[in-house]
C-alpha cells in the first residue's frame, strides 16, 4: 500500500536526529551566490538540509502534502514519491527530470476532493472581504497615539525576533523529542547566536518599500524589489519569485501553483507591520494582507495578519494571553485559520499541564508539514499562554515543541521584547549586528535598523491622524 504523503513526512520528521550544532557549522548562503537551477534544483528539491540545523528536508515530497490538506487528491503523485527518492539518491538524472516533471503535472492536475473539509471553509480574496469578515469585536481596539515609549519597544522588538531566530536556527525542523535527546531541556542559545537565516530578508525588503510609499504601499511594488534584491527562496517564496520573474504579479504571483500558500513563510514576517503600526492591529493586518499575497493565499495570509495584529498590540498589553485573546478577532470569521487558532486555544486553556496540552495539539497537527502555518501558530500560542511573559521559559516552550522553531522564536521574541524588553543573557550575545546575505545589507546595526522603523513608524501615524 502507498504511504500518504504526510505519513512519509511524518516518518522522516520523527526519525531526524539533531546533527549537533555545537560541533558543525551552518551553511548560510552568501551574498554573491548562485541561486540553483536546472539539475541542481531537481537534486536539492529531492534530497536537501535546512541550512541552520542541517535537518533533512524533501521539498517535492512536501509540495505533495501541502495540496492533499488543501483538499486534492494526490494519489498518483505519492505513487511517485519513493521512486524519486531512490532515483536521487542514485543519481539518476535523466530519469530523475522525467519523475519530476510527471510529480508536477500530477499536482497540476489533481481533482479537488468532494466535501474534502478544506473547501468548506471561506476563502477570501479581498482586503474588502478581510474587513467585513473580521470579528465585531476588532472595532474595540481603536488606535494609540504615538508614545515616546515606542521608540524603545521597536527597537526590544528587532532585538527579541532576531534573539529568538538565532536560537532557533540551531534545532528548526527537529521534533521535540529528538531535540531533547540530543541537547536536553534547552533554555539557552545552543551556539554562539547568528543572526543570518533567510526570515528577516523579506521585512527588511519590505522597510525599503514602505520608506518609498507609506500607506500607497502595494503588493506589486513589494513583489518588484523581492525580484531586484532577493536571489532565491525557499518554499513559496521560491514559487512567489518564479512566478514574478514570468511577469506573475500579485496576488497572483502567491496562489498561481503555489503549493505551499498556507505556509509559514508570511506569517514568519508579519512582525515588521506590528512594528510600523503599533496599538493599531487593525492597520498592521492590513499591511500583512498587501505583504502576504505576494507570496501566499488565504490561510497564509491569515497569519501573516495574526502575527502582524499580535506585535501591534504587544505595544500596549501586559499579559500574553489576554493579547492572544484580542489577537484572534483579527482573524477573519470563517477561515480555516480561525477554527485552528480557536481549536489551540480551547486546548490550552483546558490544560494546566503543558505537556498535556502539546501531545494533544501535536496530535491533531500531525498531518501538516512541520513549515505549515498551522503546527507553528499552535506553537507560538502554546509558548505564549505558558510562559508566564518569560522570555527564557517561551525558549525552552518552543524547543520542546520542535517544528519551525526560528520562526516561532522570531515572532515569540519580537512580542516578548515590545512588551517586556530582552534580558541581558539573551541580548548581550547579539550585540549590534544583523547579518544578511542581501547584497549591500550585509552587515547591518540593529540599533539603526530600530531607529529606522521606529522613525517610518512615527512619521505614518502622524499622515494617518
Known amino acids: 500500500m502507498i504511504k500518504k504523503a504526510w505519513q512519509l513526512e511524518r516518518e522522516l520528521r520523527d526519525s531526524a536526529i539533531p546533527i549537533d550544532r555545537r560541533k558543525h557549522a551552518s551553511h548560510w548562503y552568501e551574498s554573491d551566490f548562485s541561486a540553483p537551477s536546472g539539475d541542481d534544483l531537481i537534486r536539492l528539491f529531492w534530497n536537501s538540509s535546512v541550512p541552520g540545523s542541517l535537518a533533512p528536508e524533501i521539498p517535492y515530497q512536501e509540495m505533495v502534502q501541502a495540496w492533499s490538506n488543501q483538499g486534492y487528491d494526490v494519489s498518483e503523485a505519492e505513487k511517485l514519491i519513493p521512486i524519486g527518492i531512490a532515483l536521487r539518491a542514485s543519481d539518476q538524472m535523466e530519469a530523475l527530470r522525467v519523475l519530476t516533471v510527471k510529480l508536477l503535472n500530477h499536482l497540476r492536475t489533481a481533482p479537488k476532493i468532494p466535501n474534502h473539509p478544506y473547501n468548506g471553509y471561506a476563502q477570501y480574496s479581498s482586503w474588502d472581504e478581510i474587513v467585513h469578515a473580521l470579528p465585531s469585536a476588532s472595532q474595540s481596539f481603536p488606535p494609540v497615539l504615538w508614545l515616546d515609549s515606542f521608540n524603545e519597544k521597536i527597537y526590544w522588538g528587532w532585538l527579541g525576533q532576531l534573539a529568538g531566530g538565532s536560537f532557533g536556527t540551531a534545532i528548526e525542523g527537529y521534533t521535540g523529542t529528538q531535540i531533547a535527546k540530543v541537547y536536553g531541556e534547552v533554555r539557552s542559545y545552543i551556539t554562539p547566536p547568528e543572526t543570518k537565516n533567510d526570515d528577516v530578508l523579506y521585512e527588511l525588503v519590505f522597510l525599503d518599500v514602505f520608506e518609498r510609499m507609506g500607506s500607497n504601499i502595494t503588493s506589486e511594488e513589494i513583489g518588484v524589489e523581492w525580484i531586484r534584491q ?236
Not at 498592521?284 to 501566499?296: E, K, P, Q, T
Not at 497569519?303 to 484580542?326: H, N, V
Not at 491533531?364 to 501558530?377: C, G, L, V
Not at 550585509?442 to 505614518?460: Q, V
Request: glycine share 8%; charged share 20%.
Open 230 to 465: 532577493i536571489p532565491f527562496g525557499w518554499s513559496a517564496e521560491w514559487v512567489a519569485l518564479r512566478n514574478l520573474s514570468m511577469g506573475i504579479f500579485p496576488p497572483e504571483s502567491g496562489k498561481f501553483l503555489n503549493f505551499y500558500s498556507d505556509w509559514i513563510g508570511a506569517q514568519m514576517r508579519g512582525m515588521i507591520c506590528g512594528m510600523l503600526a503599533p496599538a493599531n492591529p487593525l492597520e498592521a493586518i492590513r499591511l500583512s494582507y498587501i505583504d502576504g499575497v505576494v507570496s501566499h493565499a488565504s490561510n497564509g495570509v491569515c497569519g501573516e495578519m495574526f502575527a502582524g495584529a499580535l506585535t501591534a498590540l504587544a505595544f500596549t498589553a501586559c499579559d500574553s494571553r489576554k493579547l492572544i485573546q484580542d489577537a484572534l478577532n483579527f482573524i477573519p470569521s470563517g477561515s480555516e485559520y480561525a477554527e485552528k487558532a480557536a481549536f489551540v486555544i480551547k486546548t490550552l486553556s483546558e490544560n494546566k499541564n503543558p505537556d498535556k496540552a502539546w501531545s494533544l495539539l501535536e496530535k491533531h497537527f500531525e498531518r501538516y508539514n512541520w513549515i505549515h502555518s498551522y503546527p507553528n501558530m499552535e506553537a507560538d500560542l502554546f509558548s505564549l499562554w505558558y510562559c508566564n511573559d518569560d522570555f527564557t521559559e517561551a525558549m525552552a516552550l518552543l524547543a520542546k515543541a520542535g517544528n519551525d522553531v526560528d520562526c516561532n522564536a522570531g515572532l515569540v521574541g519580537n512580542i516578548l521584547g515590545v512588551m517586556k524588553g530582552v534580558p541581558p543573557v539573551w541580548a548581550d550575545p547579539i550585540g549590534d549586528l544583523l547579518e544578511t546575505y542581501i547584497k549591500g545589507k550585509e552587515r547591518l546595526s540593529i540599533k539603526e535598523l530600530a531607529a529606522r522603523t521606529a522613525r517610518l513608524a512615527k512619521s505614518y501615524q502622524i499622515i494617518q491622524q
